[in-house]
Nanobody, 115 residues
Framework: QVHLVESGGGLVQAGGSLRLSCAAS????????MGWYRQVPAKQRELVAT???????NYADAVKGRFTISRDNTKNTVYLQMNSLKPEDTGVYYC?????????WGLGTQVTVSS
């Protein structure tokens, strides 16, 4: 079983920054990809950013140039540095991990950006 625990969410004014962290623990074998998705009420969960075990990254167009994903393979931890935040970045941010044994999700952390 794999557990993902997110931290770092909160309330910030537009233009501000937040850093999310997600630590994976449990029976982890051969992590392929770690990443972040976000969701707002009545909308589907959407990709924010992913990073492979080789360091390749992928970003949603809406966050390119503002968000940076990074990963510490020694700690099974992924980070999301969010700068120049906008009100439309508000949502619940979920950490995800894809490994040889499946896809796993955290419980989410709320990010609220006020205008």
């Amino acid at each position: 079983q794999v557990h993902l625990v997110e931290s770092g969410g909160g309330l910030v004014q537009a233009g501000g920054s937040l850093r999310l962290s997600c630590a994976a623990s449990g029976s982890i074998f051969a992590i392929y990809v770690m990443g972040w998705y976000r969701q707002v009420p009545a909308k589907q969960r959407e990709l924010v950013a992913t990073v492979t075990n080789g360091g390749s990254t992928n970003y949603a167009d809406a966050v390119k140039g503002r968000f940076t994903i990074s990963r510490d393979n020694t700690k099974n931890t992924v980070y999301l540095q969010m700068n120049s935040l906008k009100p439309e970045d508000t949502g619940v941010y979920y950490c995800t991990l894809r490994s040889r044994t499946g896809v796993y999700w955290g419980l989410g952390t709320q990010v609220t950006v006020s205008s």
